[in-house]
């Protein structure tokens, strides 16, 4: 990453490690956030800071997002002082959140346009995983674009995959969230039905290793629900959210989820009863309370 300079927009949860990282591996960063705390304790490390996200553009080759939300997305990549008013051509931009797929088409048409690439490359691995550099990385885009991107991905993340053209990374995100709320369902369900009949859920979850119901949920999350530890790694918002997204694509190309929404209610009540902010895991407290 010698010499490679990088735009980092979006300094939150997942966005500050993944900074951190590419700054420790040579990047030179200019960043850009809302909260401009993150921007102070992080140009004391060497970085860069941008008052906007056009002159985050104006001022590097490659431009990396990771932001909340879809909205999130429009507004800093085509908005007023945006991405767009100050990229330079042949740049390239790389949304590593998870964005709606119709949308993410959109706004790649816009930066090729442009003159530049554009990679969908949304991530899956939590705040752990941005720390460790471990994160799971699913790239949309075209080829050259996507060889580009690989070596700003590869310093992020252990398993770095082109799935296919512009918006199939957010498709395998929207399967991979899926996949991850109603495993955090399921998980949730069984430790509740353990300690309901009086035996150890820690037991059980020894007892489960190496079968088939084990997995990095029962091991990570399994572990949050009994030890009653919601701090956020990734939040129960967002997972509402993407669970929204999916719901939304699924109806846009004439498929039915329905465990997949019936997933989205609980998360719904889990936010009606104030646990937004909490880790994602805290979908046990909903089925606990039940």
């Excluded at 979006?10 to 960043?31: D, E």
């Amino acid at each position: 990453m010698d010499k490679v300079e990088i735009g980092f927009i979006g300094l939150g949860l997942m966005g500050k490690p993944m900074a951190l990282n590419l700054h420790r591996f040579g990047g030179s960063l200019v960043i850009h956030n809302r909260s401009q705390e993150v921007v102070r304790e992080l140009a004391d490390l060497g970085m860069t800071p941008a008052a906007s996200p056009r002159e985050v553009a104006q001022q590097t080759e490659v431009v990396v997002l990771m932001l909340s939300d879809t909205p999130a997305v429009e507004r800093v990549l085509l908005g007023e002082k945006g991405v767009l008013e100050g990229l330079r051509a042949k740049s390239l931009v790389i949304d590593m959140g998870t964005t709606a797929v119709m949308r993410t088409r959109e706004f790649a048409r816009a930066v090729e346009e442009a003159g530049s690439d554009y990679i969908d490359a949304p991530v899956s691995g939590g705040q752990i995983g941005a720390i460790e550099a471990g994160l799971t990385i699913m790239a949309g885009g075209r080829t050259d674009a996507f060889e580009r991107a690989k070596p700003v991905l590869s310093v992020l993340g252990g398993n770095v995959t082109h799935v296919g053209g512009a918006g199939a990374g957010q498709v395998a995100k929207a399967a991979n969230q899926i996949i991850v709320g109603l495993t955090i369902g399921a998980v949730a369900e069984a430790i509740t039905l353990t300690q309901a009949c009086g035996v150890d859920a820690k037991n059980v979850r020894e007892a489960l290793k190496g079968g088939f119901a084990w997995s990095r949920i029962m091991e990570l999350h399994g572990q949050r629900m009994i030890d009653g530890d919601f701090e956020p790694g990734g939040r129960s918002e967002t997972q509402r959210k993407d669970l929204q997204q999916a719901l939304d694509l699924a109806e846009a190309v004439g498929v039915e989820l329905p465990a997949t929404r019936l997933c989205r209610g609980l998360y719904d009540e889990l936010i009606e009863q104030g646990g937004g902010n909490l880790d994602h895991s805290a979908l046990f407290n909903v089925i606990r309370r039940r």
